[in-house]
């Protein structure tokens, strides 16, 4: 059974700040990880996509992999009000098996 | 790139009617597709995988006589939700695969349907 935990929320943080979100994952074999954004009522969308340890960047996002720790995690830089959203961490193996979701909210 | 859509977005419908959702990627080829469903405030439930051609797979606890789904081609899925019932009330998503890079592969959503059972 593929377990994927996230940090329990809500996450609050003050606009412009720094949202850090948290992913665990039990299987050691899994070698792809993506962030999810779900907005409520909405489908999820893709945010980053990750497969090799370190660190991926884009925009104000930033993926930190660690697979010896089986840990990765997305860092929001200069959070926005639009940021408020549901994030869901999955980890690919055949299928995704998704985390319950941070729900972070970006105060103006 | 990468667009997945669903049809129609909304449905109501009335106890005991089947209910058809379509899931289409439109500008990349699938040869496999996903079914989720969300409940308010929880997190997606994979229901069944989809490959071109073949029966999909169901995941335990899901009914495959009352979720049909079928995969004709490898732009198109249809689920078919028969004799609905209002615990069936659901946020229904698709989403496709695409092959990537390196051997990796990225899964992209549709839009969801929501469906309401009176």
């Known amino acids: 059974q593929k377990e994927v935990e996230q940090n329990s929320g809500p996450l609050s943080v003050p606009e412009g700040a720094i949202a850090s979100l948290n992913c665990t994952y039990s299987d050691r074999v899994s070698q792809s990880f993506f962030w999810y954004r779900q907005y409520s009522g909405k489908s999820p969308e893709l945010i980053m996509s990750?497969?090799?340890?370190g660190d991926k960047e884009d925009g104000r996002f930033t993926a930190q992999l660690n697979k010896a720790s089986q840990y990765v995690s997305l860092l929001i830089r200069d959070s926005q009000p639009s940021d408020s959203a549901t994030y869901l961490c999955?980890?690919?193996?055949?299928?995704?098996?998704f985390g319950a979701g941070t729900t972070v909210t970006v105060r103006a | 790139g990468a667009v997945v859509s669903q049809h129609p977005s909304w449905v109501i419908c009335k106890s005991g009617t089947s209910v058809k959702i379509e899931c289409r990627s439109l500008?990349?080829?699938?040869?496999?597709m996903f079914w989720y469903r969300q409940f308010p405030k929880q997190s997606l439930m994979l229901m069944a995988t989809?490959?071109?051609?073949?029966?999909?797979?169901?995941e335990q606890g899901v009914e495959k006589d009352k979720f049909l789904i079928n995969h004709a081609s490898l732009t198109l899925s249809t689920l078919t939700v028969t004799s609905a019932h209002p615990e069936d009330s659901s946020f229904y998503i698709c989403?496709?695969?695409?092959?990537?890079?390196?051997?990796?592969?990225?899964?992209?959503f549709g839009p969801g349907t929501r469906l309401t059972v009176l």
């Open positions: 999955a980890v690919y193996d055949y299928k995704l098996s």
């Open positions: 990750i497969y090799s340890n």
């Open positions: 500008d990349f080829q699938a040869t496999t």
């Open positions: 989403s496709a695969r695409a092959a990537g890079l390196y051997g990796t592969d990225t899964q992209y």
């Open positions: 989809s490959n071109e051609g073949s029966k999909a797979t169901y």
